[in-house]
């Protein structure tokens, strides 16, 4: 059964760094785009990043653009999301998602087809 594997999320200081990390198993998710998304409490899910499969294009939320960046290791079915110059307005719980349709990213949450469980960053101000 195919299922994402998120991992790296924790407490830090603002202006500090985080790396995300998505693992896929149980089937290779290196032919399909890759996103990560976050929710706030009492907020909507929203994208944030994301990446195609074939010439890695990427694309950014305003909001993390400059300050994030997404990346895959096709080989090891693995998408990261390196995070620096954290806000506290960053604090949500991040999630990876897969979407096996397009080839294209597409920042909204309903054309995505697998889900990880989330992963929680919160930044103290």
């Known amino acids: 059964q195919a299922q994402l594997v998120e991992s790296g999320g924790g407490l830090v200081q603002a202006g500090g760094s985080l790396r995300l990390s998505c693992a896929a198993s149980?089937?290779?998710?290196?032919?399909?785009?890759m996103g990560w998304f976050r929710q706030a409490p009492g907020k909507e899910r929203e994208f944030v990043a994301g990446?195609?499969?074939?010439?890695?294009?990427?694309y950014y939320a305003d909001s993390v653009k400059g300050r994030f960046t997404i990346s895959r290791d096709n080989a090891k079915n693995t998408v990261y999301l390196q995070m620096n110059s954290l806000k506290a307005e960053d604090t949500a719980v991040y999630y990876c998602?897969?979407?096996?349709?397009?080839?294209?990213?597409?920042?909204?949450?309903?054309?995505?087809?697998?889900w990880g469980q989330g992963t929680q960053v919160t930044v103290s101000s």
């Open positions: 149980g089937r290779t998710f290196s032919t399909y785009v």
């Open positions: 990446i195609s499969w074939n010439i890695g294009s990427t």
């Open positions: 998602a897969a979407d096996l349709n397009t080839i294209v990213v597409i920042p909204n949450p309903v054309v995505y087809d697998y």
